[in-house]
Nanobody, 115 residues
Framework: QVRVVESGGGLVQPGGSLRLSCAAS????????VGWHRQAPGKQRDSVAY???????NYAESVKGRFTIARDNAKNVVSLQMDNLKPEDTGVYYC?????????WGQGTQVTVSS
């Protein structure tokens, strides 16, 4: 069983930055695929970025060059650095941990980009 908790959301102006953290307990996430997903109001939940157990990364086209996903194995945390934020980045951001057999989600953290 893996417990997933997101943090770091908030209100930011366009062009600003936020750093989200995904903390996992109950198991090390070092070898798992960990991803960030975003759900805007009235829309489906979409993948934003993910990192594999080999530290390969993948980004949605809309965030390439602006978001960076990284893993801190010592802290068992995966972060999402979000720079040059745009209003369309607004939504609830969820962390997903995939172990190869099971999937665990956090409760989400709200990100609002508005002037």
């Amino acid at each position: 069983q893996v417990r997933v908790v997101e943090s770091g959301g908030g209100l930011v102006q366009p062009g600003g930055s936020l750093r989200l953290s995904c903390a996992a307990s109950g198991s090390t996430v070092r070898n798992y695929v960990v991803g960030w997903h975003r759900q805007a109001p009235g829309k489906q939940r979409d993948s934003v970025a993910y990192i594999t157990g080999f530290d390969n990364t993948n980004y949605a086209e809309s965030v390439k060059g602006r978001f960076t996903i990284a893993r801190d194995n010592a802290k068992n945390v995966v972060s999402l650095q979000m720079d040059n934020l745009k209003p369309e980045d607004t939504g609830v951001y969820y962390c997903r941990v995939y172990t190869g057999t099971d999937t665990y989600w956090g409760q989400g953290t709200q990100v609002t980009v508005s002037s």
